[in-house]
C-alpha cells in the first residue's frame, strides 16, 4: 500500500471513530446519562486539575451512579486535556482550580467546569449524583501544583507569574 493511501485510510479510519465517539456522546445524552471527570489525587479531589496524577470518570444518570473507573493523567499541555477529555465523552470537570486559559478551552469544547471544590472522591461523586456539589473560587494556586510525584514550587501558568 502507497503511503499517501496508508496516510487517506487512517485519517478516514481516525474521522470515523471521532464519528463513533460523537454518536456516542450523543446516545448518552438522550437518556439523561452525564459523564464526569474529577481531578484525582489519593482519592481526593486534586487542587489543581493539569497536575492531577489521575482523573476520576463516573457516568451518573437521575443521581446514580452507572459506572467508575480512574484513568492516569495523560500529561498537561495547553489544550490537550479538555479535547482528551472531550473524546471521552466528559461533560463536567469537578477540580480544586484551573487558570483562566484552561476554562476558557473547556468551555470551548462544551464541559462545565465546577471548581473550588475538595473533599473525599466519594463524597464528591455523591454531593453531584445528589445535585448538591457547589463550586466556588479556583484553588489554583501557586505551589499548588503536583504531578506524577514530583512536586512543583509553582504553577506554570502565565497568570499566576508576577512581573519584576
Do not use: W
Not at 499517501?4 to 478516514?12: K, N, S, Y
Not at 471521532?18 to 484525582?40: F, H, P, W
Not at 492516569?72 to 477540580?95: A, D, M
Request: charged share 30%.
Amino acid at each position: 500500500m502507497s503511503e499517501g493511501l496508508l496516510q487517506e485510510v487512517l485519517a478516514g479510519e481516525e474521522a470515523e471513530d471521532k464519528d463513533k465517539g460523537e454518536e456516542q456522546d450523543e446516545c448518552l445524552e438522550e437518556v439523561g446519562i452525564m459523564k464526569i471527570a474529577i481531578s484525582t489525587d489519593s482519592g481526593e479531589v486534586s487542587a489543581h486539575f493539569g497536575r492531577c496524577p489521575e482523573f476520576t470518570i463516573v457516568e451518573v444518570e437521575e443521581g446514580n451512579v452507572l459506572k467508575k473507573e480512574t484513568i492516569p493523567n495523560p500529561g498537561h499541555h495547553p489544550g490537550f486535556l479538555p479535547e482528551f477529555l472531550q473524546k471521552k465523552g466528559v461533560s463536567v470537570i469537578i477540580t480544586g482550580g484551573m487558570g483562566n486559559r484552561a476554562q476558557m478551552l473547556f468551555a470551548e469544547q462544551k464541559i462545565q467546569t465546577i471548581m473550588g471544590i475538595s473533599g473525599r472522591i466519594e463524597e464528591i461523586i455523591e454531593k453531584f449524583a445528589a445535585g448538591k456539589l457547589e463550586g466556588g473560587d479556583s484553588l489554583c494556586k501557586p505551589g499548588a501544583g503536583k504531578g506524577y510525584g514530583v512536586e512543583k514550587t509553582e504553577c506554570d501558568h502565565p497568570h499566576e507569574k508576577e512581573e519584576s
